[in-house]
């Protein structure tokens, strides 16, 4: 089965390779002060008269989104309100929202909130111009109409969704990735001010999972030197601010730089995929609910460590332009551990989670499986679904991770939780 993912990883990367992302990339407006009092304008310029605003209850009543509002009503839009999103946005939330767009006859939505915000809103604008369930869109390019005009207003520094082709939506025991280009907001605002009151634990997890995003993709054998500027960025400006952002959140300069890795990050891995930490946190965000970006804390780590010699040269040259080690070191094998042992200092220095809540010893296998399955693009029968089969590439790979090797990793977690 490693040989026809190979075939299909190759497929994937020539077609990538071809790939000019910068023009699918939305309209963006990025300052450092006052940027979403531009919202009502962007939304005038791209023809929105009647906008659902999607977001979730607690952004709604810390006030974080009436700023916006204000924006579009001073624009003369009109303006409703959907706050239903909860962390892993599931089918019903889409349907959910999407109801109240059609019930009051929206013509664009405006996602404010962190990754669960904007992937349920990629959702519903998908899904209110062509009404299928959700499973049927789930998978490759399976969009037959443009979505709904977005924009998209992060208020965390984590997922990059404002700047990717993806949306991950959750039914019971699975998550469904949509991926296609259609997807991508055609408006994104930076607005550091948004996240300057994010809590301490949340800017940890989040920035975490844009450190993540910037790793995988630089990793990846589908990497560019365009998506290599936007991985190096996003990873010695993360490694610069994370920590003292989660210490003292009021750093506007800070925020902002932290926003810019994210989306540059969402770019890279649009561009080049993410690897094992993703599979691994999916399936373990899927059954036992464990937050994203700390998941994607928890495993990036062990899956460096798994890669070995693999991936030594690329994370020493990260840890040399983050400044980890001198510039001119020659010495990919140590560099490489520093900058591993740098991540594990952060996720220390920021109280991340390193057990898995619920998980046992005896679930370590069942995660093993969905998240292998995943990686190496195996969720569709051969036989039975062969179409899809081959259009799932699965995941790039310098290394590939056996079941038990897998496991194995997993299982690190479980025996710590059951302590």
Not at 206 to 220: C, F, I, P, Q, R
Not at 244 to 254: I, K, L
Not at 388 to 416: L, R
Request: some cysteine.
């Amino acid at each position: 089965m490693h040989l026809l993912h190979r075939v299909k990883s190759e497929l994937g990367r020539q077609a990538m390779s071809k790939l000019q992302y910068d023009k699918f990339l939305p309209k963006l407006i990025a300052e450092e002060g006052g940027a979403s009092s531009r919202l009502g304008a962007l939304a005038t310029d791209l023809k929105m008269s009647h906008v659902l605003v999607v977001t979730d209850a607690v952004l709604l009543s810390l006030g974080i989104v009436q700023p916006c509002i204000k924006s579009l009503e001073d624009a003369g839009i009109h303006v409703v309100v959907f706050s239903g999103v909860l962390p892993d946005p599931s089918i019903g939330e889409v349907m959910q929202g999407a109801s109240v767009y059609l019930e009051h006859g929206c013509d664009g939505v405006v996602a404010i909130g962190g990754g669960s915000s904007i992937d349920c809103a990629k959702a519903i604008a998908a899904h209110v111009v062509d009404p299928k369930p959700i499973e049927e869109i789930a998978g490759v390019m399976k969009l037959k109409k443009r979505p709904a005009k977005l924009i998209a207003i992060p208020t965390t520094a984590g997922t990059g969704s404002e700047a990717t082709y993806a949306a991950v939506i959750s039914s019971p025991g699975r998550k469904f990735l949509i991926t296609d280009f259609k997807m991508i907001p055609r408006g994104a605002i930076l607005d550091p001010r948004l996240s300057v009151n994010l809590p301490a634990p949340v800017t940890a997890a989040t920035g975490m999972d844009a450190l993540t995003h910037a790793v995988e993709a630089y990793l990846s054998p589908w990497g560019s030197s365009y998506s290599d500027e936007k991985c190096m960025y996003a990873v010695k400006t993360i490694m610069t601010h994370l920590v003292p952002v989660f210490q003292n959140g009021n750093s506007m300069q800070a925020r902002a730089a932290l926003l810019q890795a994210s989306y540059c990050g969402g770019i890279a891995v649009s561009c080049c995929g993410v690897g094992y930490v993703h599979s691994i946190a999916h399936s373990l965000g899927g059954i036992y609910h464990t937050p994203h970006g700390e998941a994607n804390a928890m495993i990036l780590p062990h899956v460096l460590k798994f890669y070995g010699t693999s991936a030594h040269a690329k994370l020493a040259k990260l840890a040399r332009v983050s400044g980890l080690v001198h510039e001119n070191s020659k010495n990919d094998s140590k560099d490489a551990k520093v900058f591993i042992a740098k991540i594990e200092a952060m996720n220390k220095e920021m109280n991340l989670a390193t057990t898995v809540k619920g998980l046992l010893p005896s679930g370590c296998d069942e995660i093993a499986t969905l998240a292998l399955a995943e990686a190496h693009g195996e969720q569709h029968s051969m036989i039975f679904n062969f179409k899809e089969f081959i259009k799932d590439a699965g995941y790039p790979c310098i290394k590939y991770m056996s079941h038990n090797e897998c496991k194995q990793i997993v299982g690190q977690f479980a025996q710590a939780a059951r302590l």
